[in-house]
């Protein structure tokens, strides 16, 4: 069955309901910035779409036809909502705003938090975050909007994902204070004559660091095997175990768990690190805000 919206222009909807409203085509013609005989074409255009006259003059007044009646207050609550759904969205105002955002990471990262935390509440007091692992599907989560934003080694592009570089992030070694190979140089002997302590993190990537010592054709005996990389240093801080580990994140933590630091004495990989969000939310105001302030914080730790 044919609707008289077949084909219906979207702006005849509009003049049918400032008809409907105003019940006189010269003020609805106004108000639509119409000339009258414009207004009446479309009146006519209406009618004969409707197949219903709509307006009618009784004793010098334009009064409705039951079929207009039927139509008035539903047009009027169709076009109320049409007007909300494109209505301009509200002003971020941070100061108020009560969102929560939710930023995915390594949990060598984890250490960042804090500053991260700081940096979003500084200017948004009710402002909450939500830290998560990275989904094995980070580009889809990321179009999903769960999580907002991503921090991530990153090496390939992903259709319909913004990243913005953070720079590299450069690997050391850890070790606890007062562990006897930082009595001396950290030679590539006194390096591999201690265990080491080796991340799991259960999924394909592949470990740099190994790869980097095979590389040389040297071995290095693994003495604990852990699931993450905070774990690791907990392991460092108690033995006289090493750990290769993220230099600028160590930092963050050395203090706390009394860890030393020294470069590695071959050169380790770099792995370029990036905030990572998708397209969908390039022009979304408290996205550009969230993500401004998680860059500067999270760039900032990296650069030192």
């Not at 080796?198 to 790869?211: I, P």
């Not at 175990?241 to 930092?251: D, F, I, K, R």
């Amino acid at each position: 069955m044919k609707s008289p919206l077949d084909g219906f222009d979207p702006a005849g909807l509009h003049a049918l309901h400032v008809l409907l409203e105003e019940r006189h085509v010269t003020r609805a013609a106004r108000r639509l910035g119409l000339t009258q005989s414009s207004m009446s074409h479309r009146l006519q255009r209406l009618r004969e779409t409707f197949d219903d006259p709509l307006v009618v003059r009784v004793k010098g007044a334009m009064v409705l036809t039951p079929r207009a009646e039927a139509m008035a207050a539903p047009l009027a609550d169709a076009m109320r909502a049409l007007h909300a759904a494109v209505a301009a969205p509200e002003r971020f105002d941070p100061a108020t705003s009560r969102r929560t955002f939710s930023l995915a990471m390594p949990d060598l990262m984890a250490p960042l938090v804090p500053a991260i935390l700081a940096e979003l509440t500084a200017g948004a007091p009710h402002v909450d975050l939500q830290v998560l692992n990275a989904p094995p599907s980070l580009g889809e989560a990321l179009a999903s909007g769960t999580p907002s934003l991503a921090l991530a080694a990153v090496r390939d592009a992903q259709p319909g994902i913004v990243r913005r570089s953070l720079g590299d992030v450069r690997f050391g070694v850890a070790a606890r204070r007062g562990h006897p190979c930082l009595a001396g140089a950290l030679t590539v002997e006194r390096w591999l004559s201690y265990g080491h302590v080796v991340v799991r993190l259960g999924n394909q990537t592949a470990n740099l660091v190994a790869a980097a010592i095979t590389r040389r054709r040297l071995t290095r005996r693994v003495g604990v095997e852990v699931p993450s990389f905070l774990a690791g240093l907990f392991v460092v801080a108690g033995s006289d175990l090493l750990m290769n580990a993220p230099l600028p994140l160590v930092h963050e933590v050395s203090d706390t768990l009394g860890l030393a630091v020294r470069d590695a004495p071959v050169a380790l990989p770099k792995v370029p690190a990036a905030l990572l969000w998708h397209e969908r939310f390039q022009r979304d105001a408290a996205h550009r805000w969230a993500r401004e302030r998680i860059y500067a914080a999270v760039r900032r730790r990296l650069a030192h």
